[in-house]
Antibody, heavy 123, light 111 residues
Framework: QVQLRQSGPGLVKPSQTLSLTCAIS??????????WNWIRQSPSRGLEWLGR?????????DYAVSVRGRITINPDTPKSQFSLQLSSVTPEDTAVYYC?????????????WGQGTTVTVSS | QSVLTQPPSVSGAPGQRVTISCTGS?????????VHWYQQLPGTAPKLLIY???NRPSGVPDRFSGSKSGTSASLAITGLQAEDEADYYC???????????FGTGTKVTVL
């Protein structure tokens, strides 16, 4: 059974970089049949997909237009985890952040989720 | 922000049938991309309820069903139960945005 465990700070200052990590157990991050995603949720923006990383002979990333240029998702194969970095944050980036895994067997529906991390952007 | 539109709320008595619509466009649902549905209970992460339009993951009761037609999709809950009171979201891919999009969300209330 795949499980995701998130870690990272809950408070980030404006203009700084938000950094979160998602540790995977029960599956390989390098699986050719899975993609690893970051999603956030706020009252003003609802659920918002931020991006994903996946392995298919090499590593690929896809990012949402809304955060492109500020976002980086990196896989860490030895530790079986992946990370989110969002730079130049503003109060608009305050949200609950989730990592989620999508499997080919579910046609890449987000079948497993982390517990969520509430991130507040404030000085 | 959301390009998939859902009704803000639906309600029904226990045992009744309710449906939730998810209206998109030709760049997402209408382009043939799969629709997934999620259930979110208060204070928890969303849970995959229906994948690829009309498929239930293991463990999801058959009271939940999905369908898709044209630029829209629907989630139906038959035999409504108190435990079904939650927020429900649709999700698909949008090729004009080159990314995944979620619906606006629907709160289901069991009367």
């Amino acid at each position: 059974q795949v499980q995701l465990r998130q870690s990272g700070p809950g408070l980030v200052k404006p203009s700084q970089t938000l950094s979160l990590t998602c540790a995977i157990s029960g599956d390989s991050i390098s699986s050719n049949s899975a993609a690893w995603n970051w999603i956030r949720q706020s009252p003003s923006r609802g659920l918002e997909w931020l991006g994903r990383t996946y392995y298919s002979s090499k590593w690929y990333n896809d990012y949402a237009v809304s955060v492109r240029g500020r976002i980086t998702i990196n896989p860490d194969t030895p530790k079986s985890q992946f990370s989110l970095q969002l730079s130049s944050v503003t109060p608009e980036d305050t949200a609950v952040y989730y990592c989620a895994g999508a499997a080919m067997e579910d046609f890449y529906g987000l079948g497993v989720w982390g517990q969520g991390t509430t991130v507040t952007v404030s000085s | 922000q959301s390009v998939l539109t859902q009704p803000p709320s639906v309600s029904g008595a226990p045992g009744q049938r309710v449906t939730i619509s998810c209206t998109g466009s030709g760049s997402n649902i209408g382009a043939g991309f799969d629709v997934h549905w999620y259930q979110q209970l208060p204070g928890t992460a969303p849970k995959l309820l229906i994948y690829a339009n009309d498929n239930r993951p293991s463990g999801v009761p058959d009271r939940f069903s999905g369908s898709k037609s044209g630029t829209s999709a629907s989630l139906a809950i038959t035999g409504l139960q108190a435990e079904d009171e939650a927020d429900y979201y649709c999700q698909s891919y949008d090729n004009s945005l080159s990314g995944y999009v979620f619906g606006t969300g629907t709160k289901v209330t069991v009367l």
